[in-house]
């Protein structure tokens, strides 16, 4: 008998359809609302999953009836929220599990403030956990949080804790660290030392003398190449607690914005292949290479390779430092101290930060580049405007700008005209807020920060995010932020009410957008059939909670391919 491939392929279509009306779903879930963050943002009451990804969303009638069978596990919600899986698209996953777990932690996001002495205990308190030969390291310290305002560490400071021991200490923004004098000994900078290339700074007093501090990450690797290493045991289970510990709050994909920062690229590249090779990842990573580490002609790692839980995607430039720790490349001077005259400086020319780039981007990669000031993202959007010269769909590229701080109106048009898609550190309005209105920054350029009721505006995409180690990775305080822009204060300003979002939208900047913004949208961020069963469990929905209280909400579970993440 000889069949016609349209009748055929009609035949197996009907076969196939009929298998699936049979029921042979591994999960239903039902009995709580379902948020889906499709086009039309519905919710939903039950959902399917088979194979690790989702076959049916809809009724609970209509889903049951055509996919449940005798081995279909039924969970019932019992009233909590299943929504997508949260996407972070900007963390260091390396250097926070370095930080948070083989340092000192000395970050403080509560009131009240530290103080110069707080801190020094603390130090001296850690003196005793440090090894023979080994260094007293530590992050947090951030002056902008520290009483009384802009009190920083210097040499003469850490050497009053120790003169024996070499103390390291970076800034929490991590654009800024500090010494004591052993330190620099065994680094070998001295006073006639200078800058490193790359915008490092060691700063120097109006004698030329050093005092302790250092500026950009590139002024550090003196330090770092001194210190001991940590193990390949204790640098993977740190990766591992950090990790899980991202998964605790709902997260399910990240962006790791720094492969190459600390170590080579292969290397840390080969960190993420070995633990991905042994089933060792618990969320999906999307690696941005660290492009001040790759010579031009790198080519070891090729755009977009990998698989669904880790591929290579993006080459990251810094252009500037940090905005509470006045080191962001700004037009006009900082408000502090009074009467500066201080506006940052850009970390590379116009032509060199370009001429590094393009090479990466002509091969594919997709480009990220942090840009804090309002100087260094004019840099950035002229670059990229010379990057898309004659691309008919610029929006392809899905070009990035980290953190967007200090901005203009005109800025945010031509980066949505350009398909730019930022990513704000969204808790620069809670926990520096205050110090940027009423010191760093005055009440007119701090209104703007981070402007995503512009872009929503202005019909742009972006997404929100934690920058960890600066700040602490939790998608739902997110929401809260971005959505009330409460400053941490007793007083609770709302900086720059115009840049309020709706609850639905901040949700977007954590699932779908932030998933479009690092080229997974088809596969992750909204529950529709045929995307990854990434999701996450709450206790209630978002979007039926006082804004105020949804960084309290408590996250149940978190689910990838269809199985529940152990955070243990």
Same mark, same amino acid.
């Given at each position: 008998?000889?069949?016609?491939?349209?009748?055929?392929?009609?035949?197996?279509?009907?076969?196939?359809?009929?298998?699936?009306?049979?029921?042979?779903?591994?999960?239903?879930?039902?009995?709580?609302?379902?948020?889906?963050?499709? &086009?039309?943002?519905?919710?939903?009451?039950?959902?399917?999953?088979?194979?690790?990804?989702?076959?049916?969303?809809?009724?609970?009638?209509?889903?049951?009836?055509?996919?449940?069978?005798?081995?279909?596990?039924?969970?019932?919600?019992?009233?909590?929220?299943?929504?997508?899986?949260?996407?972070?698209?900007?963390?260091?996953?390396?250097?926070?599990?370095?930080?948070?777990?083989? $340092? +000192?932690?000395?970050?403080?996001?509560?009131?009240?403030?530290?103080?110069?002495?707080?801190?020094?205990?603390?130090?001296?308190?850690?003196?005793?956990?440090?090894?023979?030969?080994?260094?007293?390291?530590?992050?947090?310290?951030?002056?902008?949080?520290?009483?009384?305002?802009?009190?920083?560490?210097?040499?003469?400071?850490?050497?009053?804790?120790?003169?024996?021991?070499?103390?390291?200490?970076?800034? &929490?923004?991590?654009?800024?660290?500090?010494?004591?004098?052993?330190?620099?000994?065994?680094?070998?900078?001295?006073?006639?030392?200078?800058?490193?290339?790359?915008?490092?700074?060691?700063?120097?007093?109006?004698?030329? /003398?050093?005092?302790?501090?250092?500026?950009?990450?590139?002024?550090?690797?003196?330090?770092?190449? /001194?210190?001991?290493?940590?193990?390949?045991? &204790?640098? +993977?289970?740190?990766?591992?607690?950090?990790? /899980?510990?991202?998964?605790?709050?709902?997260?399910?994909?990240?962006?790791?914005?720094?492969?190459?920062?600390?170590?080579?690229?292969?290397?840390?590249?080969?960190?993420?292949?070995? =633990?991905?090779?042994?089933?060792?990842?618990?969320?999906?990573?999307?690696?941005?290479?660290?492009?001040?580490?790759?010579?031009?002609?790198?080519?070891?790692?090729?755009?977009?390779?990998?698989?669904?839980?880790?591929?290579?995607?993006?080459?990251?430039?810094?252009?500037?430092?940090?905005?509470?720790?006045?080191?962001?490349?700004?037009?006009?001077?900082?408000?502090?101290?009074?009467?500066?005259?201080?506006?940052?400086?850009?970390?590379?020319?116009?032509?060199?930060?370009?001429?590094?780039?393009?090479?990466?981007?002509?091969?594919?990669?997709?480009?990220?580049?942090?840009?804090?000031?309002?100087?260094?993202?004019? &840099?950035?959007?002229?670059?990229?405007?010379?990057?898309?010269?004659?691309?008919?769909?610029?929006?392809?590229? #899905?070009?990035?700008?980290?953190?967007?701080?200090?901005?203009?109106?005109?800025?945010?048009?031509?980066?949505?005209? =350009?398909?730019?898609?930022?990513?704000?550190?969204?808790?620069?309005?809670?926990? $520096?807020?205050?110090?940027?209105?009423?010191?760093?920054?005055?009440?007119?350029?701090?209104?703007?920060?981070?402007?995503?009721?512009?872009?929503?505006?202005?019909?742009? #995409?972006?997404?929100?995010?934690?920058?960890?180690?600066?700040?602490?990775?939790?998608?739902?305080?997110?929401?809260?932020?971005?959505?009330?822009?409460?400053?941490?204060?007793?007083?609770?300003?709302? =900086?720059?009410?115009?840049?309020?979002?709706?609850?639905?939208?901040?949700?977007?900047?954590?699932?779908?957008?932030?998933?479009?913004?690092?080229?997974?949208?088809?596969?992750?961020?909204?529950?529709?059939?045929?995307?990854?069963?990434?999701?996450?469990?709450?206790?209630?929905?978002?979007?039926?909670?006082?804004?105020?209280?949804?960084?309290?909400?408590?996250?149940?579970?978190?689910?990838?391919?269809?199985?529940?993440?152990?955070?243990?």
């Amino acid at each position: 008998m000889k069949f016609s491939l349209k009748l055929l392929s009609a035949l197996l279509m009907t076969q196939s359809a009929l298998v699936f009306a049979q029921g042979n779903a591994d999960t239903i879930f039902y009995g709580g609302p379902i948020v889906t963050v499709n &086009q039309k943002n519905e919710e939903v009451e039950a959902l399917a999953v088979q194979n690790g990804k989702i076959v049916a969303v809809g009724s609970k009638q209509s889903v049951v009836k055509d996919w449940q069978s005798d081995k279909t596990k039924l969970v019932d919600l019992k009233g909590q929220a299943l929504m997508p899986g949260f996407v972070e698209p900007h963390v260091h996953i390396i250097v926070t599990s370095m930080f948070e777990n083989l $340092w +000192l932690n000395l970050s403080n996001f509560t009131l009240p403030y530290d103080t110069l002495e707080t801190i020094s205990e603390k130090l001296k308190a850690e003196l005793k956990n440090v090894p023979p030969g080994g260094w007293l390291t530590g992050f947090g310290v951030d002056p902008s949080r520290t009483s009384p305002f802009m009190a920083e560490l210097t040499s003469d400071i850490l050497d009053k804790v120790s003169t024996e021991v070499p103390i390291f200490i970076v800034n &929490q923004s991590g654009h800024i660290a500090y010494a004591n004098r052993k330190a620099f000994a065994l680094a070998g900078i001295t006073d006639q030392t200078p800058n490193p290339a790359g915008g490092g700074i060691y700063v120097k007093d109006a004698q030329g /003398k050093l005092t302790g501090k250092l500026v950009e990450p590139p002024s550090y690797l003196a330090f770092t190449a /001194k210190m001991p290493v940590p193990s390949e045991a &204790q640098l +993977l289970g740190a990766m591992q607690k950090t990790m /899980k510990k991202m998964a605790s709050t709902g997260v399910t994909t990240v962006s790791e914005m720094s492969v190459g920062a600390n170590f080579s690229v292969d290397q840390e590249a080969g960190i993420y292949k070995a =633990l991905a090779a042994k089933s060792m990842l618990p969320i999906r990573i999307r690696g941005y290479l660290w492009g001040e580490a790759l010579p031009v002609e790198y080519s070891n790692i090729k755009p977009n390779e990998g698989d669904d839980r880790l591929r290579f995607i993006g080459v990251k430039y810094i252009s500037d430092g940090s905005t509470q720790g006045l080191t962001a490349a700004l037009h006009n001077s900082y408000d502090y101290p009074k009467g500066s005259k201080f506006s940052g400086d850009l970390d590379f020319s116009d032509e060199k930060i370009f001429n590094l780039m393009k090479p990466f981007f002509d091969q594919g990669w997709q480009i990220s580049i942090h840009s804090n000031g309002d100087k260094a993202i004019d &840099q950035t959007l002229n670059n990229y405007s010379k990057l898309l010269a004659g691309n008919p769909r610029p929006q392809d590229r #899905r070009l990035r700008i980290e953190h967007f701080t200090v901005n203009t109106e005109a800025q945010v048009k031509k980066a949505v005209s =350009l398909g730019v898609v930022p990513s704000f550190t969204i808790g620069h309005v809670h926990y $520096w807020g205050d110090a940027f209105n009423d010191q760093i920054l005055g009440p007119k350029r701090a209104e703007r920060i981070d402007p995503t009721g512009d872009f929503k505006r202005a019909g742009g #995409r972006f997404s929100l995010h934690s920058d960890t180690p600066v700040s602490n990775v939790g998608p739902l305080n997110y929401i809260t932020e971005s959505v009330t822009r409460l400053t941490q204060s007793p007083l609770m300003k709302v =900086l720059g009410p115009e840049q309020r979002i709706s609850v639905d939208d901040a949700i977007r900047g954590i699932t779908i957008d932030a998933a479009y913004q690092i080229m997974l949208d088809d596969k992750v961020g909204s529950l529709e059939v045929g995307k990854l069963a990434d999701f996450v469990i709450l206790e209630q929905n978002p979007r039926q909670t006082d804004p105020l209280k949804i960084r309290h909400i408590k996250v149940k579970e978190t689910w990838i391919d269809g199985k529940p993440v152990s955070i243990q």
